[in-house]
C-alpha cells in the first residue's frame, strides 16, 4: 500500500516551523497576510485534540481537532490509522461548521403546538420539570411506566450514548423499540452460517485475489475502503460489482453486473451449481469444516441451473459461469456483502446463499478471503451508561425483552422486563399499543421523522402522543413533530469512545471545546433529568445525579480491551488510535464456528426452528405493486439525514433529484431536470429529475437525505414498513424491506 | 525546467466523493458561495454515464498565469522557488480582472472582503513540509502533488475533454483519463 507520504524533506519541515511565528491560517478574511507570504503552518500554534466519528458509517473515522482559543479550526484524519490515513470523507470534513452551524438547537425550547414552529426558549430546569412531572404522573395513573416510550438509533455510536437507555433503566420499565432498520437480515442470516457476524480487517482485502462487491457503495458509503480494493486490483485482482444501480464503485470495478432487484439469492446459487458441476469446490474446508454441504449439493442439483439463474436475474449464462469459475479458482478470493442487497423480504436468505457461495470455495478464515459483511469484536466495552437498576419497586412487563444488536448486557433476572416493540414499524406500534398506551416518547440519537418507515402513518402515531421529547442538534422534522426539544453536544463537545463495525481501530473522543450555547451531552442530561426526578419524588430515578463525562467514559474501559488493543490504559489513545491485535487479519481462521455443531453450517437447524429453511434455498421477492421499483439508498453528501442540511454541504449538493432511466422518462414525457411527482400507496414526493442509464428503466432512485431550511423532501412518503425475512433472532425485531418498493411517476 | 509543483488528477481512482472540496473548506472556511475546489462531473458525451467520472479542479497554477497579467496592482505573484500562483488578498483592489480573465474559473469574488481569492496550492503549508489539504484528504490518492520538472510522464495528458486548452497558458494540472468497467446489463 502507498501510504500518504509527504514528498518534502523533514529538514525543511523544521526549518518552517522554526520560522513560523504569526498565524498560520485566517479563516474567512486575508487569505495570505503580511507582504508576500503567508505564515508558514505550524502544529505548535494549536492545540489537538483526538475526536472520532459516531455516526454509524463503516469508516468510525479517526479524527485529528485543531483548536485555538477555543474554537475548532480544521480537522484532518489521524495519520496513526492506516485506515483513515490521513483523511476523512466529505462528511466529515464537514464537522468543522458543526458546533457553529447557525442552524442548531442552542437551548432547550417547548413548542406550543406541534409543527406549527412556535417555539420559546424556556431554561433547562423548565423543561426537566415538564418532563418529570409528565412521567410521574404517568406512573401514577398507569401503575407503570411503560407508557414512556424510548426510540434511539444511530445517530451516535459514541458509548458513553448507551446512556440514553440506562437513563431509561433508572426510571424504571418502558417501552423500548428495538431492531435496527439497517442490518438485521444479514445478521441473522451469518448468525445461522457461521454463528455470529464477523468479517475480516478491510485492509487485508489488499491481499485478495478476486473481489466482488454485492449490493455494497463504498465509493460512497466507505470511501477509505476504496483504497483496498483499489490496491488490490493494482496487484491484479478482477473487482466484479453486482448492484442493481451502476453506482460510483461499479464504475470502478472491472466488470459490473445489473441483476433484477432481489434476485441476489438465485444469481449465488447459480453459480454454486456451476461451481459444483465443475468440480471446484473445497473439499477439505466442506468436509471438514462444514455442515451439511452434501444437502446443499443435492439442493443445487435438483432445484438449480445457472439457466434458471440467468432467467432470475438477467445475467447471462456465459457471464454466470464465467465470474463463478474465475471466482472458485482464484485464491483468496472474497465478497463483500453490502448491507443494500439484505434490505428485501428474501434478504436474509440472499445472504445466506452468498455465504455457502463463499464457503464452498474454501474461503470464509481465509487472509484476503472472507463473506465481509460487519462485526463487533471490538465492542467489549463495560456498557456501564447503559446498565443501570430500575428504582425499587418499579413495575414492569412480564415476558422476556427482545434485545438490539448492541446490546452487550447479559441476561436479567428481574421477574419483570421493559416492554419491546419493533422499531421498523414505529407508527404501527405507537398505534397498535394498549395496556399501557405509549403516551409520551423520548428520541435521542435518531430522526424517525427521516429514517422510519410510511412517514404519513408516523404523524398520525405522533399525534397520539401525549408528549414528545427530542434530544437533537437541529430543528429537524421528528423536532416539528415534538413538543419539546433539547439541545445535545456534538463530537467536539464531549467525552466518549469509539470503535466500527467495520475495521478494527478503536478512537478515543475528547471534549476539544466547551459545549456551546446551553448543550449537553445525552449522559449530562440523564444526570439532569434524574435531579430533577429526585427532587419531585424522592428515588424515583437511580440515574446519578452529578456526572462527568470524562470520568464516565473511563468507566467503559476494561483489561480486555487494553489487552486487544494493546494500551496500557485510555489515554494512550490521546497519542493516537490504537488497532486491535488480531491472530489474524481473516475472521474465523481458526474454522472454529459459533454455531450449535462448530462448523459452518450450509444446513443449519436453527435456522429451520425460527422459520425458514434450513438450507441456504431460494426464496422469491415481495410482489410487485407499483410501476417503478424504487431505491432509497444513502448518498454521498449524508449519514441517513445527517449532513445534508449543514450551509457549507449545500455548497456541494444544492437540491435532491430523481434518477430515472431516459426510455422511461420518454414514455411518461418526462425531460431532463423536469419537475416530477413520484407517488405510491404510501404517499407521494416531488423532486426534480435527472434521466440516467445508472439506473435500470424500470426503476426510479431517490437518495434519503434531510437538506433543512424549509425543504422538504423525504423518500419515507413512499417507503412502507414491509419487514424483511430475517432480524428478529439476533437484533430484536426483523428487518425491513427498505428496497422492496414500489411507485409511479409523472410531470408535477 | 525549474521547479513546477501541481495537481495531479487521476480520474481513473477518482470517485467523485467531494472530500477535497470539502477538505479544503475545512481548512479555509471560505464564506458562502465561494468554492476554491469543485468536483465536477463529466459529462455523458466524455465519459458515457452520467456524474460516474470527474474532474476535481483547483488553480492551475499555470506557467503564464492570465490573473497574474491582467491584475493592475501586482496581487499576484508567482513563487519563484515552485511556481506556485499567489494571490495576496491585502492588495487586491477586487476590480475583478482576474475573475474574468481566467479560462478555468479559479478566482473567485468574495462578497465579504469585496476582494478576489482563490486556491494558492496551501503554500503554507507546503512550506512547512505538509501536503495540500485537498491531496492530504484524497482518500483514493487520486488527487496528488507533484513537480513538472522531476515528473515522469506515463499516461497523463494536459487537456483532457472538457477541459478548456489554454496553451497560452500553460496550466500545469495533469490528468490521468477514466476507465468504464465491462458492463453485463439486463
Ligand atoms: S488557473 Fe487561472 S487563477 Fe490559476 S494561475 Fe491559471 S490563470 Fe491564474
Ligand atoms: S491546495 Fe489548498 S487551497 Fe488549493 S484546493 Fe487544495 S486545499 Fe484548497
Ligand atoms: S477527494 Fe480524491 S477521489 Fe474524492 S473527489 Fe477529490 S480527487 Fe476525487
Redesign the interface.
Known sequence: MTAKKCTFSRRRFLQGAAAAGAAAMLPCSLLVPGKAEAAVFSEGDYQTFRNACPRNCYDTCSIKTYVRDGVVRFIEGAPESTFTDGGLCVKGYAYTRRPYSPDRVKYPMVQDGRRSGKWRRVSWDEALDMIAKKMLKLKEEDGSLLGLGMTKYSGNFGITNYGVEGMMSSLGYTTRFVGTPCWPAGIDAQNYDMGNMWCNDPEDMVKAKYVIVWGANPAWCSVHSMKYIMEAKRRGAKVVVVDPVFTQTAAKGDVYWQPKTASDGALALGMARHILDKGLVDEDFVRNYGLGFDEFADYLRNNVTVEWAAEQSGIPVKDIMEVAEEFATADPATIWIGYGMQRHTNGGASVRSIDALVAMTGNVGKEGGGARYGHLQTWGFNYHALIQKQPEGSKGFVGGAAKGEFDFTSGSGASYTDRTVNINKTAQAILDTTDPDIRMLWVSCKNPFAQDFDRPKLEKAFDKLEMVVTVDQFFNETVANSDIVLPVTTLFEEWTVNVSYWHYWLSVNEQAIKPMFETKSNIEIAAALSKKMNELAPGSCTFPQEIDTKEWMEKEFNQSIYDMFAINDWTDLRNGPAKARLKSSAAWSDHKFATPSGKYEFKSELCAQNGHKALPEFKAGRERYDKFRLLTPHTKFGLHSQFVNLDWMHEYDKEPYIYMHPKAAAEKGIGDLDMVRVFNKVGEQKARVKLTDNVAEDCLLMYEAWFGRGNAYNVQNLVDDESADMGAFKAGAPGVAIHDQFANVERA | MKKQYAFLVDTE?C?????C???C?????????V?WR??YPLSEEIYP?????FLSLACNHCENPACLNVCPVEAY?KREEDGVV?????KCIGCGNCIRSCPYGAPKYNP??KRA?KC?L??????????P?CV??????ALQ?I?LAEFERTNEVQYPAGYPRMEELNPSTRFVL?K???????
Open positions: 481512482r470517485i467523485g466523493c467531494f472530500t472540496a470539502m477538505a473548506r475545512n481548512y479555509y472556511h471560505q464564506v458562502e458561495g468554492v469543485q468536483v454515464h452520467r456524474e460516474r467520472a505573484t499567489v494571490h495576496h488578498q491585502e465579504v472582503e481569492e494558492s496551501c503554500h503554507e503549508r507546503l512550506d512547512a513540509g505538509l501536503n489539504a492530504q484528504a484524497c482518500p483514493t490518492d502533488l513537480d477514466p468504464t468497467p465491462k458492463m453485463v446489463r439486463r
